[in-house]
């Protein structure tokens, strides 16, 4: 549930590089948010779809240091089974400072905890925390940017073994070492209207999860409505590897302050 968790990097490239609409309110802006996503999955012969609602938080602690906050809740339906199981999903802290600003280059670099408050229970949580730092850049060239994420993300979980399996997280499923990168591109379509794409790719970075690779496709259309105001739509689909989920889509809205 890395940067964004609900999780996808370039959801949040806008912000992150200050680009866009020119009334768009600018990296320094606190912000409060609502991220929805739908999708459906099929993982080791279970199949079901989950329905999540994060809330998200963007505190400006001064000009060059944010900190992130997601917390999660999902409805689950796993086939064949009744009625929908309801609950917390992993909880992320992020903590991310600006690295290097001169233009067209803007890099920072910064470290996000996973929390395991998810209820492993029904299928919505790792079962221990996850620590995941990172550096991220972009390039502006007018109303464009290309940018990019490079995170290690490592899982600390106690040891399962004989009597004690290991919980199936079926929102976010991840190996206990791996390495994600995206590559996107952001840019306006009107004054209001803005395009993201973006590709992820995700390699485990231990030889027993060595098949557990993934590669990751996603677009979003963004509007901003005032100053204050913005909506996102997004969609996910795996184009090759280990598919983690078969297709997401959400819906997210953030208020600016």
């Given at each position: 549930m890395v940067l964004a968790a609900g999780t996808?990097?370039?959801?949040?490239?806008?912000?992150?590089?200050?680009?866009?609409p020119q009334r768009e309110p600018t990296l320094v802006s606190s912000r409060l948010g609502l991220e929805s996503s739908f999708a459906s999955?099929?993982?080791?012969?279970?199949?079901?779809?989950?329905?999540?609602?994060?809330?998200?938080?963007?505190?400006?602690?001064?000009?060059?240091?944010?900190?992130?906050?997601?917390?999660?809740?999902?409805?689950?339906?796993?086939?064949?089974?009744?009625?929908?199981?309801?609950?917390?999903?992993?909880?992320?802290?992020?903590?991310?400072?600006?690295?290097?600003?001169g233009h067209p280059w803007r890099f920072y670099y910064g470290l996000e905890d996973q929390l395991p408050t998810g209820d492993t229970a029904i299928g919505t949580g790792q079962g221990g925390s996850q620590l995941s730092p990172f550096v991220t850049?972009?390039?502006?060239?007018?109303?464009?940017?290309?940018y990019f994420w490079l995170i290690d993300c490592i899982?600390?979980?106690?040891?399962?073994?004989?009597?004690?399996?290991?919980?199936?997280?079926y929102v976010d499923p991840s190996t206990d070492e791996e390495l994600r990168t995206t590559l996107g591109g952001?840019?306006?379509?009107?004054?209001?209207?803005?395009?993201?794409?973006?590709?992820?790719?995700?390699?485990?970075?231990?030889?027993?999860?060595?098949?557990?690779?993934?590669?990751?496709?996603?677009a979003a259309l963004g509007y901003v409505f005032t100053d204050?105001?913005?909506?996102?739509?997004?969609?996910?689909?795996?184009?090759?590897?280990?598919?983690?989920?078969d297709e997401k889509i959400g819906v997210d809205a953030y208020m600016y302050f």
């Open positions: 996808w990097a370039g959801q949040a490239a806008a912000q992150d590089f200050g680009v866009g999955f099929d993982q080791q012969g279970v199949k079901g779809d989950f329905l999540g609602l994060t809330v998200r938080g963007d505190l400006k602690l001064a000009t060059n240091v944010r900190l992130r906050l997601l917390v999660p809740m999902y409805a689950i339906q796993l086939e064949g089974e009744q009625p929908r199981n309801y609950g917390f999903g992993d909880a992320a802290l992020q903590v991310r400072a600006v690295l290097y600003e850049g972009g390039w502006r060239k007018g109303s464009f940017v290309a899982g600390l979980h106690p040891q399962w073994g004989a009597g004690k399996p290991a919980p199936v997280d952001y840019g306006e379509i009107t004054d209001s209207l803005y395009f993201n794409v973006a590709v992820t790719t995700i390699n485990p970075l231990l030889a027993q999860d060595s098949n557990a690779w993934t590669v990751i496709g996603g204050s105001i913005k909506m996102v739509v997004v969609e996910q689909a795996p184009l090759a590897g280990q598919h983690r989920f």
